[in-house]
Nanobody, 123 residues
Framework: VQLQAFGGGLVQAGGSLTLSCAASGRTFSSYSMGWFRRAPGKERELVAAINWNRERTYYADSVKGRFTISRDYAKNTVYLQMNSLKSEDTAVYYC?????????????????WGQGTQVTVSS
């Protein structure tokens, strides 16, 4: 699976961005997908994840109610809609695929990674 993430940028606090992660290669639909982020001086953290059939989603407490993860099988793409952005959301965001129907929080359990996309929220 090859993953390509895009959609980052500079946005003012309170604004919105949508990140996209396009997948190619093996059967995308059988993978669980996650969006991680890494801010300067901080550990990589799982922001949101979705299982293979979209029945389950996970969100970090810090983004609940503001971020929404979704996936489009026809386009082999996973999205992260980010609303009400805060300065603390500033980070490099990565999408990842896990060769299992269900996602985990541990980044080491993910098999494929996209390149990062920078999100900068100005206050």
């Amino acid at each position: 699976v090859q993953l390509q993430a895009f959609g980052g940028g500079l946005v003012q606090a309170g604004g919105s961005l949508t990140l996209s992660c396009a997948a190619s290669g093996r059967t995308f639909s059988s993978y669980s997908m996650g969006w991680f982020r890494r801010a300067p001086g901080k550990e990589r953290e799982l922001v949101a994840a979705i299982n293979w059939n979209r029945e389950r989603t996970y969100y970090a407490d810090s983004v609940k109610g503001r971020f929404t993860i979704s996936r489009d099988y026809a386009k082999n793409t996973v999205y992260l809609q980010m609303n009400s952005l805060k300065s603390e959301d500033t980070a490099v965001y990565y999408c990842a695929a896990r060769g299992s129907p269900y996602p985990l929080r541990d980044y080491r359990s993910y098999d494929y990674w996209g390149q990062g996309t920078q999100v900068t929220v100005s206050s």
